[in-house]
């Protein structure tokens, strides 16, 4: 499963926030991986996520495979969005 995002956090997702997109995904089964840039990292490594530098209005795309890919999906949906991170772009 996957889902995109176009980021409006004002500064993006840097440390602070990526800290607690990161704490939110190691709360799944699933392996979660985040995609920006062409490049994919592993959701649950902050560094991984600090190292794709993702500013505002870059389109990120979070993909989820396991046990519960789809309650992870919907779970980091909802942070994101909640958190004022991202909203939801359609494919």
């Keep these: 499963m996957k889902q995109k995002f176009k980021v409006i956090a004002e500064y993006g997702l840097h440390a602070r926030p990526a800290t607690r997109l990161v704490n939110e995904a190691m ?8 995609t920006a840039f062409g490049s994919s990292v592993n959701l649950k490594s902050i560094m991984g996520v600090m190292s794709l530098g993702i500013y505002r209005g870059e389109i990120i795309e979070v993909h989820a495979e396991g046990p519960d890919a789809k309650e992870a999906i919907e779970g980091i949906t909802q942070f994101i969005i909640n958190e004022g991170l991202g909203q939801v772009v359609d494919d």
Excluded at 27 to 34: F, I, R, T, V, W
């Design 27 to 34: 709360g799944y089964k699933s392996e979660l991986n985040l």
